[in-house]
């Protein structure tokens, strides 16, 4: 069979989607993957062919306008407003790019960020069509849509009602207002006018489709009111294969000698105060006696003293490196979490946007990780206190021990492969 995965963002919303291509490639598949330039070296390591798409959502983030954003909180309303006026340039060109990628496919499996320009390019082509997202995305009672806050703890009632209703404002939200950005130039190119109501709800009352969800159920269960079709798998994990890469002699010899350290790096987010941040992170760690291993750019720790207890590199393998690590202290994006739970470790998080606030905030709860620290209000002491939580807390780090063991155990790229086989064989 014939696969095109539509996948676009951060290397965290890219590389599960390369990871499930790989599977599906294991399977005997035809995948190709379209995606960001940045990203080909990655898709073709793993043996998919690849198809361009125009933009660099890493470069955005690093934008004077994005950083404002995080710099005061990651309003998500805010956050999605900025991208959107640095995506609307390139819409016409990522349309004709995904167009072209899609051509001959017998399947199109698109991203949480590709869902809508996936749906119409599979109607357009009259072949099926999968969403396949690293995030929770339908109506449910249990839980909040992860671009609102959660429901106040002391409210007594009203909780499911606004669980519910969170979700169902999103989706008409989203649709609202991407659909200006996408319909001019889906109508200069094809002809077509695009609905004005959010089109994919109506879609699934016609036709079944396949909803698949990259997370785990250890970490977030499938809420009772979800249909049958909408399955949630398990984290995708690309596979282990041989690589180039080695760890210097320099990182070993500091990860071996001594106590264990930490992990610390805060992924493609980057605020105007990122070096106040790095900052009051080494006094935590200091104040704390901890060692640290710090993944960042030269750049950002320009002019800081980081001393003999941390080591820092441009970049190591999550899966190689977080298993080393005493704890994991970082932005909170879902990759990295996942990856920090599969090694059994305690994730130490700052959030800067809505996502992480939802899982970072949803796993303090469940007891495996401390309270996150939203990154507007990082003091030294809250870094202080978190930190030697996830050292100390023996009961925290047992949890984070048993979900790691879950999460290892749950093949979740193996359960989506099937589950799109399946539906492939009564829809293809």
């Known amino acids: 069979m014939k696969i095109t995965i539509l996948t676009i963002g951060t290397r965290g919303d890219v590389q599960p989607m390369v990871a499930l291509g790989a599977g599906l490639r294991?399977?005997?598949?035809?995948?190709?993957?379209?995606?960001?330039?940045?990203?080909?070296?990655?898709?073709?390591?793993?043996?998919?062919?690849?198809?361009?798409?125009v933009g660099n959502v890493n470069e955005?983030?690093?934008?004077?306008?994005?950083?404002?954003?995080?710099?005061?909180?990651?309003?998500?309303?805010?956050?999605?407003?900025?991208?959107?006026?640095?995506?609307?340039?390139?819409?016409?060109?990522?349309?004709?790019?995904?167009?072209?990628?899609?051509?001959?496919?017998?399947?199109?499996?698109?991203?949480?960020?590709?869902v809508y320009m996936g749906f119409f390019i599979a109607q357009k082509l009259d072949v099926p069509w999968v969403m396949a997202s690293v995030n929770p995305a339908g109506e449910t009672t249990e839980f909040h849509n992860l671009i609102f806050a959660r429901y106040p703890d002391w409210m007594p009632f009203g909780r499911k009602t606004y669980n519910w209703l969170s979700h169902v404002m999103v989706s008409q939200l989203v649709w609202k207002t991407q659909r200006p950005t996408m319909s001019e130039a889906w109508e200069k190119i094809f002809g077509d006018t695009l609905p004005k109501k959010e089109p994919l709800k109506a879609s699934f009352k016609e036709k079944e489709p396949l909803l698949l969800y990259g997370y785990s159920p250890a970490a977030l269960?499938?809420?009772?009111?979800?249909?049958?079709?909408?399955?949630?798998?398990?984290?995708?994990?690309?596979?282990?294969?041989?690589?180039?890469?080695?760890?210097?002699?320099?990182?070993?010899?500091f990860i071996e000698t001594g106590e264990t350290p930490l992990y610390v790096g805060f992924g493609s987010m980057?605020?105007?105060?990122?070096?106040?941040?790095?900052?009051?992170?080494?006094?935590?760690?200091?104040?704390?006696?901890?060692?640290?291993?710090?993944?960042?750019?030269?750049?950002?720790?320009?002019?800081?003293?980081?001393?003999?207890?941390?080591f820092p590199i441009d970049y190591a393998p999550f899966d190689w490196l977080f298993p080393k690590m005493k704890a994991v202290l970082h932005h909170g994006g879902v990759g990295t979490i996942a990856l920090g739970?599969?090694?059994?470790?305690?994730?130490?998080?700052?959030?800067?946007?809505?996502?992480?606030?939802?899982?970072?905030?949803?796993?303090?709860?469940?007891?495996?990780m401390p309270k996150p620290i939203p990154r507007k209000k990082v003091t030294l002491e809250a870094l202080t206190t978190a930190i030697n939580e996830a050292v100390y807390n023996q009961e925290l780090r047992q949890k984070a021990i048993e979900i790691g063991e879950r999460v290892s155990a749950e093949n979740g790229v193996d359960n989506a492969v099937v589950a799109i086989e399946n539906y492939m064989k009564n829809n293809g």
């Open 26 to 53: 294991t399977a005997g598949h035809e995948v190709k993957v379209a995606t960001h330039l940045n990203y080909e070296k990655l898709v073709r390591s793993y043996e998919l062919d690849y198809a361009p798409v």
């Open 60 to 114: 955005v983030m690093q934008s004077d306008e994005v950083r404002a954003v995080l710099n005061k909180g990651g309003n998500p309303f805010r956050l999605f407003s900025e991208m959107r006026k640095a995506a609307l340039p390139l819409v016409e060109d990522a349309i004709n790019e995904k167009w072209a990628a899609c051509q001959g496919t017998e399947l199109i499996v698109a991203s949480a960020l590709s």
């Open 221 to 253: 269960p499938k809420p009772a009111e979800w249909a049958d079709f909408m399955h949630v798998t398990g984290y995708w994990f690309l596979p282990e294969k041989d690589t180039d890469w080695q760890p210097s002699d320099e990182l070993l010899s």
């Open 270 to 310: 980057n605020d105007p105060k990122q070096s106040d941040l790095y900052k009051t992170v080494l006094q935590a760690l200091e104040a704390t006696k901890q060692r640290a291993v710090l993944l960042c750019k030269p750049e950002e720790i320009e002019g800081i003293e980081l001393g003999e207890h941390v």
């Open 341 to 368: 739970l599969k090694a059994g470790v305690p994730n130490i998080v700052v959030s800067f946007i809505s996502d992480q606030r939802f899982w970072s905030e949803h796993l303090h709860r469940t007891g495996v």
